[in-house]
């Protein structure tokens, strides 16, 4: 049974950062394309950062500059590394990962492309 478990979220203050993990089970995610979403009270889950099975990183303009992902597929784990935090960055941070990836270099920023979802980890940002 495939399993994604996010972990690394907590409250901070403005212009702090937060490593955020996501560890997968269940399978071999080494192939899998992977994403972080984030959703904030009463808006729509949105798209944060998608990682490549080449390790290939695209990144919402909202998370650009100051949001790093990274894998790591000897331990099917997926990373997002988050700087200069903003109180516009609070939400439950979701990860999310794809069956197949077309392309090695493939990446994806909708919620449908994604077959598998974790439950989330809370991001506070203060002011």
């Known amino acids: 049974q495939v399993q994604l478990v996010e972990s690394g979220g907590g409250l901070v203050q403005a212009g702090d950062s937060l490593r955020l993990a996501c560890a997968a089970s269940?399978?071999?995610?080494?192939?899998?394309?992977m994403g972080w979403f984030r959703q904030a009270p009463g808006k729509e889950r949105e798209y944060v950062a998608a990682?490549?099975?080449?390790?290939?990183?695209n990144y919402a303009d909202s998370a650009k500059g100051r949001f790093t992902i990274s894998r790591d597929n000897a331990k099917n784990t997926v990373y997002l590394q988050m700087d200069s935090l903003k109180p516009e960055d609070t939400a439950v941070y979701h990860c999310?990962?794809?069956?197949?990836?077309?392309?090695?270099?493939?990446?994806?920023?909708?919620?449908?492309?994604?077959?598998?979802w974790g439950q989330g980890t809370q991001v506070t940002v203060s002011s």
């Open positions: 990682i490549s099975r080449d390790n290939g990183a």
């Open positions: 999310a990962a794809r069956r197949f990836g077309y392309y090695s270099h493939s990446y994806y920023t909708q919620l449908r492309d994604y077959d598998y």
């Open positions: 269940g399978g071999d995610f080494s192939r899998s394309p």
